[in-house]
């Protein structure tokens, strides 16, 4: 199996040379939960030549849900080590690498990337995210789901800090919604990581009203 043969589909859509601009990008994913699984399904077999995984947490039974790259016999595993195996294998021309560590170990081995995605649940550390990738100059874009409710955002120039910082964690959450914003999230990754448009620095706001409307609402984020 050749790349032009596995990543075709992609090719017809841009072209070989930009997919193959794909092999030379590299990304960092902090959460292996809900949306990690999401944008690790979407993004682990899009020809993005390396994709780091991070998270210390382990498989539990009621994740499994949500969390779609894990089944029953994956509980009490390290969550970032089984949905690298499961990138690999899927995709023979991604190389993976999983970090069973918190944010704040990560960051200190100082390794660098184009992107950085926030599958987090946990506000302080999409907090220290942004410091980070303010201090490194590399752009993130972050993500939330909570209920049938979620939002995305590319963060540029723009601060976190808007942002009221605390430890709330989210209450009930559908399956769905979580795809739904990973694959929304993964989509603006995919085409920067091309060299397509994104616009940056604008929050998008998922949600259904009572009458089972889905709204999408847009917000400027201020500058940093």
């Not at 017809?12 to 193959?20: D, I, K, N, R, S």
Request: aromatic share 10%.
């Amino acid at each position: 199996m050749t790349k032009s043969e596995y990543f075709n589909r992609q090719i017809q859509l841009w072209g070989a040379e930009v997919q193959e601009s794909l092999q030379g990008k590299k990304i960092a994913i902090i959460g292996s939960g809900g949306l990690g699984c999401t944008l690790a399904m979407a993004l682990g077999t899009s020809g993005i030549g390396e994709i780091h995984m991070v998270d210390f947490d382990t498989v539990s039974s009621h994740n499994i849900h949500r969390q779609i790259a894990f089944t029953l016999a994956d509980e009490g595993q390290n969550k970032a080590q089984v949905v690298c195996k499961l990138m690999e294998s899927k995709n023979p021309f991604v190389k993976v690498k999983a970090f069973d560590m918190t944010f704040k170990s990560f960051e200190a081995l100082g390794y660098s990337y184009d992107l950085i995605l926030d599958a987090t649940d946990n506000l302080p550390v999409r907090a220290e995210i942004d410091s980070h990738a303010k201090a490194h100059h590399t752009p993130w874009i972050y993500a939330s789901v909570e209920e049938f409710n979620g939002q995305v955002c590319f963060f540029d120039e723009a601060t976190f800090q808007v942002f009221n910082i605390s430890d709330h964690k989210p209450a009930g959450i559908t399956a769905p919604i979580v795809m739904h914003i990973g694959s929304l999230q993964a989509n603006l990754a995919l085409r920067y990581l091309a060299g397509l448009c994104v616009l940056k620095d604008k929050l998008y706001y998922l949600y259904f009203t009572d009458e089972g409307e889905l709204v999408t609402q847009k917000f400027g984020m201020p500058k940093a």
